[in-house]
């Protein structure tokens, strides 16, 4: 049998992205409780400073219990969408905005990548386009 003469632990490492503002946080055995970050039903991760005061106000007060010897911090993992920023179109994904744009309002995406291509010698001038406020 062997044995390890070394540091052994079982910790992970873990990193959070809020969906809406893109700030991450990571570190060992860390939570969303840790992070300050909840997830909805639906898989958006966003960050407490995302959301608005009242429904964080009411998600704490409704599922958080502080009081108890062993804080449940599993609250943070499924909170209903309707408390959710992204789920009530307050935000945007950008991934979404796509394939509705492709999906359902049939516009292709090769397509316009290639008029693009054809339009535009550079991405400056592409940039200096797109950026433009008409």
Known sequence: MKYRNTFVTNSSSSSYVCMVCGDEVSGWDMSLYDAEMIECENGHVVCEECMEDKDLDWIMEHYADED???????????????????????????????????????????DIKNEIRQNFNSYSDFSKKISDKN
């Open 68 to 110: 108890s010897d062993e804080y449940f911090e599993d609250w943070r993992y499924e909170i209903p969408e309707k408390y959710c920023p992204i789920c009530n179109f307050k935000y945007f994904l950008e991934k979404d905005l796509l394939l509705y744009l492709k999906n359902v309002k049939g516009i292709n995406i090769d």
